[in-house]
């Protein structure tokens, strides 16, 4: 069993876990593609990442040692057979404030950085969207996912937004009072097929697991499951009721927010020396998000 930091601040990299620890096909037009140095457009990809929500370290630091624990994030669900197979990938938590819309985006932007790779990320969280807000995109409202379900008229291109930074979003649209009846509906089987066919991989933000059922309803389209967990602040009995809920052929791991202990002598130091930027301006010495994959019997909690 392990886990690898994957920071909202800053991080750790790849160290065991103890058992006991508390947790409490149609590309997207105009894609960036990389470059070698400065040009318009990595200028005007510059400035967007800049506007966007400060924990998306993917967009806005995409060199730093954050950044990299979401690469490795990546890389363990590749390992773990998800990158390859699970094309629709559902990130969700136990409850609200854990981390799962910073993660879905950032796992997005990630996964947009491999050669080729059309990505789209869905905000399927209709009760409470956030995805377009974090990305300074403005405002969910609009047809988005909730008008595409409801006006079968609607193509999902018609209501796919594409961002500087190498993948789209489908914004979760006006928020509706029927949120259940809307992700109930066999419409959001349909969109999700036709998103198959025009992207490589789709990253789904979706509603809290336990609070409400609206994410249950998802998991019949979803290959695979990532959920975030808040350290330290997430009961364990929560966590199993979480891991419960979820096919157990469907999880491909959780991540671990908001741990703070230190780092390790050796990694620490060896980041520091690498590149004393990356330790992250401004962190203050905070370490957070973990990421914890679950090796085939045994479970992550005791």
Known sequence: MYRVGNPLLKSRSLVPASE????????????PRPSVGPSPENSKIAAAALRVDERLVSLRSPNSFEADQYRVLRHFLEAAGAGNSAQVLAVSSAAA??????????????????????????DTDLRRPSVASNLALGSSAGTGLAGAVLDPRVELATVVRPTPFGFSILPAGTSPSNAYQILESPRIGQLLQEARRSYDRVV????????????RLLSQWVDAFVIVVAARRTPRKLLAETLGSVDAGKLAGIVFNGDDRPLGGYYKGYYMGYDGDRAGAGSKGRWSSWWRRRRSGRKPWR
Do not use: F
Not at 20 to 31: F, L, M, Q
Not at 103 to 111: G, H, K, P
Not at 207 to 213: A, G
């Open 20 to 31: 006991d620890d508390d947790v409490t096909r149609e590309a997207p037009a105009g894609r």
């Open 97 to 122: 404030g854990e981390g799962k819309t910073t993660t879905a985006i950032n796992l997005a932007a990630t996964l947009a950085q491999s050669p080729d790779m059309r990505v789209l990320l869905m």
């Open 204 to 215: 789904l933000d979706t509603p809290p697991l336990l609070l409400v059922p609206d994410c």
